[in-house]
């Protein structure tokens, strides 16, 4: 009677302890937002403001490098249009522009209609998978936020620096406009 006695508190314990160490499931990431990046791809690095209004509804805006301020991507419904500072463009000022922010909302929009989630050593959590540009990892930071994208296969990394929830406003202008 007394091992049993020892038994259960024991296995309580020992139940309790494997479960607090699981890492709770990523925040909802099918959202729209906006978001500001440090972006490398394919060896040239930029700085955008990065718009998602919904699964292939996107908006970049390259800050930086100055040669390419004001530069625009807009991808929705399968579509991409260029802009330099506001003005439509049909020349092909960037195809690595273009190329980049294609590779970007693919591998996002594959996460979140759901990666493999995983948890990394140092406690973060990876969200894995393929996209039609390659294989894809986002990492969630602390605040259980998307803090890194990339795709390998792609070279391509973005470390998102600020992210926000956009507004249910900006999402209908937006739909209004495309």
Do not use: H, Q
Not at 68 to 77: C, P
Not at 110 to 138: F, H, N, P, Q
């Amino acid at each position: 009677m007394k091992r049993l006695i020892f038994i259960v508190p024991a296995v309580l314990i020992l139940s309790s302890c494997a479960g607090a160490k699981k890492p709770p499931v990523p925040a909802e990431l099918d959202v729209p937002f906006a978001a500001e990046a440090g972006i490398s791809y394919g060896g040239s690095e930029c700085t955008a403001k990065i718009n998602r209004y919904g699964a292939g509804s996107w908006e970049f805006t390259i800050t930086e490098p100055y040669a390419l301020e004001g530069l625009t991507v807009i991808e929705s419904n399968g579509k991409t249009k260029l802009s330099m500072l506001g003005a439509e463009s049909t020349a092909d000022i960037s195809p690595a522009a273009v190329s980049m922010a294609r590779a970007l909302s693919s591998a996002y929009d594959a996460a979140a209609a759901g990666g493999e989630i995983t948890y990394g050593s140092a406690g973060e959590t990876l969200l894995t998978g393929a996209s039609d540009t390659g294989r894809y990892r986002v990492t969630l930071g602390e605040d259980r936020l998307p803090a890194v994208i990339t795709s390998e296969e792609c070279r391509l990394k973005v470390n998102i620096t600020s992210f926000g929830l956009l507004p249910e406003n900006e999402i209908t202008a937006e739909i209004d406009e495309g």
